[in-house]
């Protein structure tokens, strides 16, 4: 199976541009972030005519997170279970949606910004990632058999060379020690962070802002990030990040990042 996960930056202006993803990579499922519409508002029709079931959860014209798979998509759940909310009135944000695809519980995610080390956004942050990583851990305690595939944009970058210039962010999120500490929890927890194993090498980042010629000059982030359950980690035959999908006119400022699940 081959798994891939994208922050599209809005499923509505890079439909085609997906769409042309899934045929040139074979991907089989596609964890989508940032789709940035309501559920009645996703292109589903494309994507459908393509092979495609899909899940979404999407609330308003932010954050948006879906599942796109040909190989069978079950058991759906909008959010995890005890997801913090935010926001008044209070509420779940769209920003975790888990479905079954050919044995694999994959779960598309996109983590709160954080905003500022001083700001509600960061504890809120915190709080999500300890839910996730307490929901992770209490899933593979249950079952130590469960294929699960924890996969999005992580909006941590969980080691110096993961930004172009470590002296930029000080006193920001994303590297901030207490946020680095929350991402190394699923370590912990017996996940396994399988893009920084296959795809080792300084620079090689999956976000690029659209200011300042950050994509030319490679002034990028490394914060999309697929964690793997101890039993589906033997079955990762190999990463990629995609990092020409940046290129070219109406690109995201995320590429993908390509899993490959062998046959159990």
Known sequence: MRLATWNINSIRARADRALAFLEREDIDVLALQETKCKDAQFPREAFEAAGYEIATFGLSQWNGVAILSRVGLADVEAGFPGQPEFGDPAVVEARAIGATCAGVRVWSLYVPHGRALDNPHYAYKLAWLEQLRSNAEAWVTADPAAQ????????VAPQDEDVWDLSLFEGATHVSAPERAAFASFAQAGFTEVSRVFVPEERKYTYWDYQQLRFPKNQG???????????????????????DERKGKGASDHVPVIVEIAEA
């Open 148 to 155: 699960v595939a924890l996969v999005g944009d992580w909006n």
């Open 221 to 243: 982030m490394r914060i999309d990030f697929a964690y793997t359950s101890p039993a589906l980690t033997p079955r990762v035959a190999g990463v990629t990040i995609d990092r």
